[in-house]
């Protein structure tokens, strides 16, 4: 029996799908990490957020690590500590969030023991929207100055907290971090300077040695007996469409066409250097046949780590939770590349022979080759986890009556390494 869950990634709006049925070491950071960054003297620079953060010149702080909690979709980025004249901390954190990141940012900044007093204020740092909050409450160690600052970036939300019996340290921490800067992220070893370390959180170092070590680029290429595709390592065997055939040339050299907006850059750059083509296959026009591009299949594997480093992939079609937080990182980390239409926002969860598959389907327009006109794509992006790493099917055709048909064909199991060979039964 097959188990069916249908999880909207944005309540607002409403999508119908149809789906029958050498490793690298821990330490090296591949795809950067949200903790990634470095430290010098005079500032802290984030490495894949793209900021630099002014530090206090009092030579009385210290690093402190605070990432001992490593709660999921929670980022301790950096902490700076003084015990000199009262304690004094200051915390820069981020949060993968689901809702509008900006409107996540204003709620992140509420302290409690703000209600009756003026609320979040609108500032701009760095050119960016920021929201901050302030409180002071006295305490039996005296007054203790609390002051808050958040802003929304795609998918997260970034927070600087600060913490102090010092009002002078207080006022130095809020002129460091109304100073902070953002920049391409591509930049970050430049504009962290030649004084600075690469600096990384014990627990995301921790995260990175318990992280599955997967070699994606040399991953088993897997082989194709007819219309029968099998993959020995992962342990699975597809069955083509009747009269389907693999591409020539099936290799990651295979170009998917690209939607007429363009890709973002360093999204589609992780995508290459994070999959691996396992085979491409299309189905045959007739001569006599109607005008448009040939249906494609095409299945890939990926590295989880580089779309999902802190989640764990869903057990069951009644986990709505993960699966709404699995798909948001599916969108995050593949939505406006070739693979995925921007406007995605509908997962399905299926089970089938023991195995979550996820589907999200999506359109686009692409170019017509040789022409100034665009033509609709219609494709469905379906994957499921097999031996850790994430496989990925990728069905694409003009119409979604085809896409449908597509799609009736055939998994099933096998133990890995056991799937049968060419010519076998």
């Not at 921490?173 to 953002?182: A, H, P």
């Not at 119409?399 to 133990?415: G, N, V, Y």
Request: with cysteine; charged share 20%; proline share 8%.
């Amino acid at each position: 029996m097959r188990r069916i869950a249908v999880v909207p990634l944005l309540p607002v709006l409403v999508m119908c799908a149809i789906w029958a049925q050498s490793p690298p070491s821990p330490h090296a950071l591949r795809i950067p990490i949200p903790e990634a960054g470095f430290v010098s003297p005079s500032q802290y620079t984030n490495a894949f957020f793209g900021f630099s953060l002014p530090l206090p010149k009092d030579r009385k702080y210290q690093i402190e690590d605070l990432s001992e909690s490593d709660k999921a979709l929670e980022h301790s980025l950096f902490a700076y500590k003084s015990a000199s004249k009262g304690l004094t901390l200051l915390i820069a954190s981020a949060t993968q969030v689901f809702d509008a990141p900006d409107d996540a940012a204003q709620k992140a900044v509420f302290i409690p023991g703000m209600q009756g007093q003026k609320g979040a204020q609108a500032l701009s740092i760095g050119g960016r929207l920021f929201w901050k909050g302030e409180l002071e409450e006295k305490t039996f160690s005296g007054k203790l100055r609390r002051l808050r600052y958040a802003t929304g970036v795609p998918g997260y939300v970034i927070v600087f907290s600060i913490s102090s019996y010092n009002s002078g340290q207080a006022e130095d921490l809020r002129n460091c971090i109304e100073s902070v800067k953002f920049f391409d992220p591509a930049r970050a070893s430049e504009v962290a300077g030649s004084t600075s370390r690469a600096f990384l959180p014990t627990t995301a170092k921790r995260r990175l040695e318990n992280a599955p070590q997967l070699d994606v680029a040399h991953l088993e290429q897997g082989f194709i007996s007819g219309n029968r595709y099998s993959n020995p390592t992962l342990g699975f065997i597809y069955q083509l469409p009747e009269g389907w055939y693999p591409d020539a040339q099936n290799s990651n050299a295979n170009k998917h066409e690209a939607e007429t907006a363009t890709t973002d850059s360093t999204r589609a750059a992780i995508v290459e250097e994070c999959t691996k083509r396992l085979l491409s296959a299309t189905e045959p026009i007739p001569a006599n046949g109607p005008t448009g591009s040939s249906p494609r299949i095409t299945i890939m594997a990926a590295d989880p780590s580089c779309f999902a480093a802190d989640l764990k992939y869903p057990q069951s079609v009644h986990d709505s939770e993960a699966l709404h937080r699995i798909g948001q990182a599916i969108v995050h980390g593949f939505a406006g590349t070739p693979l995925l239409g921007r406007e995605a926002n509908l997962v399905r969860a299926i089970e089938l022979d023991g195995h979550l598959f996820l589907e999200m389907p999506s359109v686009s327009a692409v170019p017509v080759v040789g022409s100034t006109l665009l033509r609709k794509v219609h494709r469905s992006f379906v994957l499921t986890s097999l031996q850790q790493y994430w496989v990925i099917w990728l069905f694409e055709t003009d119409t979604p009556s085809e896409l449908e048909r597509m799609m009736k064909s055939t998994i099933s199991f096998a133990p890995p390494r056991q799937a049968a060979g060419p010519g076998g039964r």
